[in-house]
Nanobody
Framework: QVQLVESGGGLVQAGGSLRLSCSASGSIFYGNTMGWYRQAPGKQRELVASITSGGSTNYADSVKGRFTISRDNAKNTVHLQMNSLKPEDTSVYYC???????????????WGQGTQVTVSS
């Protein structure tokens, strides 16, 4: 089974910074994509940023230039550096990995428990 554990959420003033971290454990076969999603009350969960095992990144337009995603393949960790935070970034942030546990096994989405990020104006 794959488990994701997030850390780093909290309360910050607008313009401030936070760094989220996520550690994945379990039998993850090489090649998984890792990413961060967020979900505000009453809204759908949306992609914030993702990164492939090869280092290719993808960002939501709303965070481009402010957020940076990175990963350590050897440790199966992913980080999200969030700068110039805005009140509209307030949300629960979820770590995600799209992974398989064997070479020929099916790909699945796995999720962390979520961490709250609150940006005050």
């Amino acid at each position: 089974q794959v488990q994701l554990v997030e850390s780093g959420g909290g309360l910050v003033q607008a313009g401030g910074s936070l760094r989220l971290s996520c550690s994945a454990s379990g039998s993850i076969f090489y090649g998984n994509t890792m990413g961060w999603y967020r979900q505000a009350p009453g809204k759908q969960r949306e992609l914030v940023a993702s990164i492939t095992s090869g280092g290719s990144t993808n960002y939501a337009d709303s965070v481009k230039g402010r957020f940076t995603i990175s990963r350590d393949n050897a440790k199966n960790t992913v980080h999200l550096q969030m700068n110039s935070l805005k009140p509209e970034d307030t949300s629960v942030y979820y770590c995600n990995t799209f992974a398989r546990t064997t070479l020929l096994g099916p790909w699945h989405d796995y999720w962390g428990q979520g961490t709250q990020v609150t940006v005050s104006s």
